[in-house]
């Protein structure tokens, strides 16, 4: 029998690389989608199934983390193997304008789905994403074992849907874990993203379309990673014999400054002359420097990052690039291939 599994988020960008990821490997693939009034199901075009097809492994339910009762009788009908817990609203500077909302959908949202498992009485493995925003203050290098002092309403809301999930696995037995995920990018970042933003004015700006990029403080420190090669570590953690928490990261530091300037100088062009300051993108506080160890998932895993941060510049100009030129021709636009 075919293994199956249940995403929320599906529609992220972490969502589409693990659907894809998981029907590579055979599985039928669950997917909770908010309604829209507009489409958001872009990321998924590649892999989407016709409803009529006979064969299908791809199933899309409308639902919505804060609603309980639907992710109750979800769970209760398809019974799923695995459970991925990607939804949330995970943009870090939008928590600081909608606090609470994020507290619901990012932190008690974890909960209300520990608790849905419990309440439908189905057996399976729950991954949690948990985020290196919870370590905010601590300096690095960060690894399981880093106390947490998160700096914003996001990473308030993810240390509670950490220790949810490890008060579950403890309390009930429950096969959770908590993937510790280091910022991982791709062609399919959301625009507002610092790496995806900048990649994003590069393209414009060579092409013509854009003059100025407006960003905030460019002294942070990140340690970017892949996205692709993440969810694969997502997975690898729900394959693992005990249920454990896991770091993914690349070990590597970049200021957001080096980003941008590895952007520009990717088309040839000095990021100095177009980048330009802006408050708005300032946030009340700052993380100032995450890099990751991840020599655990190395050891126990056998998982390692093989993109790092200049490679992953590269992929995302370049696709970016790419799209705006899909557009202008009329063909059809991909966000990467
Ligand atoms: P995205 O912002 O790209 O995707 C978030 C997903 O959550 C979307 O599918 C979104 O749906 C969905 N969502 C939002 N609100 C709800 C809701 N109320 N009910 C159901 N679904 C909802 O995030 P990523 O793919 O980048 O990240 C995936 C997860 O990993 C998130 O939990 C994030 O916080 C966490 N994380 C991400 C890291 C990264 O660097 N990318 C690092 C560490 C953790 P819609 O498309 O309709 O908006
Ligand atoms: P982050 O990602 O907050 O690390 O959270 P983001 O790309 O938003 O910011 C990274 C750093 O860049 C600085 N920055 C800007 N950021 C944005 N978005 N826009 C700007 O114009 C800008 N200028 C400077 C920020 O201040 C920050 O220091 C991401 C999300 O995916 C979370 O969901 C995830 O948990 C963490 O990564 C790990």
Do not use: C
């Amino acid at each position: 029998m075919a293994k199956s599994a249940l995403i929320t988020g599906i529609t992220g960008q972490d969502g589409s690389y693990l659907a894809e990821l998981l029907l590579n490997k055979g599985y039928e693939v669950h997917g909770i989608v908010r309604r829209s009034s507009s489409f958001n199901t872009e990321r998924l075009d590649d892999i989407y199934q016709d409803p009529h097809d006979a064969n299908r492994r791809l199933f899309l339910h409308f639902g919505d983390l804060n609603d309980g009762v639907t992710l109750i009788n979800l769970l209760r009908d398809i019974n799923p193997d695995e459970v991925y817990n990607l939804g949330a609203q995970s943009h870090v500077r939008v928590s600081f304008d909608q606090p609470v909302f994020t507290g619901d959908v990012t932190g008690l949202a974890a909960m209300r789905l520990l608790e849905a498992v419990r309440a439908a009485r189905v057996r399976t493995k729950i991954y949690q994403a948990s985020s290196s925003e919870m370590f905010g203050a601590t300096p690095p290098p960060q690894n399981e074992r880093t106390p947490f002092y998160p700096r914003s309403p996001y990473g308030a809301a993810k240390v509670y849907a950490y220790w949810a999930t490890r008060n579950y696995r403890e309390a009930y037995d429950l096969f959770a874990v908590n993937g510790i995920l280091f910022n991982h990018e791709s062609p399919r970042r959301g625009a507002t993203f610092v790496t995806r933003k900048v990649t994003r004015a590069v393209a414009r700006i060579r092409a013509g379309l854009q003059d100025k990029l407006y960003m905030g403080n460019l002294d942070a420190v990140r340690d970017w990673g892949y996205a692709p090669e993440y969810v694969e570590g997502m997975w690898r953690m729900l394959q693992a014999p005990q249920p454990d928490d896991y770091v993914l990261a690349t070990n590597t530091a970049y200021s957001v400054k080096d980003f941008v300037r590895l952007a520009f100088e990717h088309v040839g062009l000095e990021w100095e002359k177009y980048v330009e300051y802006d408050a708005r993108y300032k946030r009340p506080t700052e993380v100032d420097a995450l890099i990751g160890d991840y020599s655990k998932a190395n050891s126990e895993l056998g998982w390692e990052p093989k993109v790092l941060t200049p490679d992953l510049v590269r992929i995302m100009v370049d696709a970016d690039i790419q799209l705006l030129e899909d557009e202008r021709t009329g063909r059809r636009v991909r966000l990467d291939r």
